[in-house]
């Protein structure tokens, strides 16, 4: 059974001037409401508050009065109206707030809507006359709504439908003394109140929300492409969130000072000369926003303590998903390449948002990274390194891994060709902690240990264990080459155990061959073979089956395979 949502108090960022409010859009009270609020100010992309949380017998948030009883609804549902109020105002736009609620029949005529504008009646102390709205704007309002095949009214001035009393919510910015915060003369504000037949289903309440979309769209100005932005509305929490982010962020675990420094001496750039670069965000369907380029700034931005920011926006909806790649990489490259982990990164988010192969990945973005050699079209080979190197990082593994060739203390080539290929974290990690950071080998050396290690131990993590590696490695590092001289070393330990290993496992076999298949077999006949690396924990059994003794031939391979003792000491001899 499908539960209902929470009743919350709805928060909808916009990028025009229009800013909707329906104080009533609780569904036991208000039919569909709510659904109108919501849809509307997402198709008309203006901002928006929509209350399903308290109902008007508990809270009636169109009263002022009511909410500043409460200062954590009044925090929340006039601090969230000032806020939009200040960005719209920011932007250099003149807000126009519409309060929208449902009345009653016998208020509103069917299909009708009526508009109150507080306009008061001159000379009546009563009822002051202070409208918050010209009348002129009130008229292309009412006519654009009748062109949508709906009624208007002017809601009487006698009526509590009008808005002109102190505690109506329509009378917010007009109140000097009480709330200053809000004060501002200029904000134009309508009620609009609905007959509740364009509201009473959720059908309903969508053509009606589509024909107060056609009246209202002429009246919107749309904020400009670069503007102000509260920094607090950029999302960067989710996977869906920083598909674009591609830049290691400050809150992965592969940080250290020289990132850490870059970050400082940015924010202290921007603190003094202010931001050259405005932040390039999408706007997503809720009208909270999402970072394309200029991560490293937002983070510089968010340590200064700045509430705005200046950022080009575009709508997610206007792009696909190719070109907001695309856009990404050619902003986030103009400055300052990206780095090996970052590139992973990249290539990885586009192959799950675009179901890419490396293939694809390679003819479609390689160029653009700038990897491999130059002329010459990036493989699918290198495509895989850097998502293998990526993968590392995903997992959580080989942080110092990370961030040593983030900070180009290591090389791209060891981490892709040699450390990454190691699967068991362990084994890699101690390879370059213990090995690769203190003597730093070349390539060739650094091949020839991985491949020595292996020999002398059950895993390379075992093999460094091994008190005689571990003297190995204290004589190295105080030699002239320590890399040289490790490599010495082990071929020293390798040549006294490797071939003894391999003479015992030789004697172990030929043993089992005269007991199990006659003092006559041979090799041809029986042998059990090791791996050409003795890490790997596993024999090969040859046997040759003859026509005429094939009966006879299982039945002694079945008599030694029995033998567990025997097989037990045969892969005691590999882990030696």
């Given at each position: 059974m499908q539960t209902e949502a929470r009743p919350v108090l709805e928060k909808i960022l916009g990028s025009n001037n229009i800013?909707?409010?329906?104080?009533?859009?609780?569904?036991?009270e208000a039919g569909h409401m709510a659904d109108l609020g919501r849809s509307l100010a997402r198709s008309?992309?203006?901002?928006?508050?929509?209350?399903?949380?308290?109902?008007?017998?508990?809270?009636?948030?169109?009263?002022?009065?009511?909410i500043l009883k409460r200062k954590k609804v009044a925090d929340e549902f006039l601090g969230t109206i000032r806020n939009f109020r200040d960005e719209i105002i920011g932007n250099d736009l003149l807000p126009l707030v519409l309060i929208m609620a449902t009345g009653t029949p016998d208020q509103v005529p069917a299909n009708t809507l009526v508009f109150g504008y507080g306009q008061g009646e001159r000379g009546?102390?009563?009822?002051?006359?202070?409208?918050?709205?010209?009348?002129?704007?009130?008229s292309r309002i009412r006519m654009a709504v009748e062109d949508q095949g709906m009624k208007t009214m002017v809601a009487d001035t006698a009526s509590g439908l009008c808005g002109n009393e102190d505690n109506s919510l329509n009378q917010v910015f007009r109140r000097r003394n009480d709330l200053p915060q809000l004060h501002d003369p200029t904000v134009r504000?309508?009620?609009?109140?609905?007959?509740?037949?364009?509201?009473?289903?959720?059908?309903?309440?969508?053509?009606?929300?589509s024909g107060l979309l056609h009246a209202l769209r002429?009246?919107?100005?749309?904020?400009?492409?670069?503007r102000r932005v509260e920094l607090d509305n950029i999302d960067t929490m989710t996977r869906r969130d920083t598909r674009f982010i591609f830049r290691v962020r400050e809150e992965e675990q592969y940080t250290d000072m020289l990132r850490e420094a870059y970050l400082e001496e940015l924010a202290s750039s921007i603190a003094g000369n202010g931001l050259l670069h405005p932040l390039v965000l999408l706007q997503k369907n809720d009208g909270r926003y999402k970072i394309l380029c200029g991560f490293r700034r937002f983070q510089a931005i968010r340590r200064l303590g700045w509430r705005w920011v200046e950022a080009k926006v575009y709508h997610e909806n206007d792009f696909t998903t190719e070109d907001l790649f695309n856009i990404s990489l050619a902003e986030n490259t103009r400055r300052r390449n990206l780095n090996p982990v970052e590139i992973g990164n990249f290539l990885e988010s586009a192959a799950k948002e675009m179901g890419l192969n490396n293939q694809e990945l390679a003819e479609r973005f390689g160029a653009s990274l700038g990897i491999g050699r130059p002329g010459q079209k990036v493989s699918q080979s290198t495509i895989h390194k850097y998502r293998k190197v990526n993968m590392i990082r995903e997992r959580g593994e080989s942080a110092e891994i990370i961030t040593d060739l983030i900070d180009e203390k290591l090389s791209f080539t060891i981490v892709a060709e040699i450390l990454a290929p190691i699967r068991n974290p362990a084994d890699r990690d101690l390879l370059y902690l213990q090995i690769i950071r203190p003597l730093a080998p070349t390539r060739p050396q650094l091949l020839q240990i991985?491949?020595?290690?292996?020999?002398?131990?059950?895993?390379?993590?075992?093999?460094?264990?091994?008190?005689?590696?571990?003297?190995?490695?204290?004589?190295?590092?105080?030699?002239?080459?320590?890399?040289?001289?490790?490599?010495?070393?082990?071929?020293?330990?390798?040549?006294?155990?490797?071939?003894?290993?391999?003479?015992?496992l030789e004697e172990k076999v030929t043993g089992l061959r005269s007991t199990f298949f006659?003092?006559?077999?041979?090799?041809?006949?029986?042998?059990?073979?090791a791996p050409a690396r003795m890490d790997r924990q596993e024999l090969t059994l040859h046997v040759r089956l003859k026509g005429d003794r094939v009966e006879e031939t299982i039945q002694r391979l079945q008599q030694l395979?029995?033998?567990?003792?025997?097989?037990?000491g045969l892969m005691e001899i590999l882990k030696e």
């Open positions: 800013l909707l409010i329906v104080p009533h859009g609780h569904r036991q008309l992309h203006c901002y928006g508050l929509v209350n399903g949380k308290y109902k008007r017998a508990i809270l009636d948030l169109a009263d002022t009065r009511a009546n102390r009563d009822r002051p006359h202070r409208p918050t709205l010209s009348p002129s704007l009130l504000s309508l009620l609009v109140t609905l007959a509740p037949d364009l509201v009473a289903s959720r059908e309903r309440a969508g053509q009606t929300a002429p009246l919107a100005s749309d904020m400009s492409l670069v991985v491949k020595l290690l292996p020999a002398i131990g059950s895993s390379i993590a075992a093999a460094i264990a091994n008190p005689a590696v571990r003297q190995a490695l204290a004589r190295a590092r105080s030699a002239r080459s320590p890399a040289a001289a490790f490599v010495q070393e082990l071929q020293r330990l390798d040549t006294g155990s490797l071939p003894r290993r391999k003479a015992r006659g003092t006559k077999a041979s090799k041809r006949d029986f042998n059990i073979t395979l029995a033998d567990r003792e025997q097989l037990a």
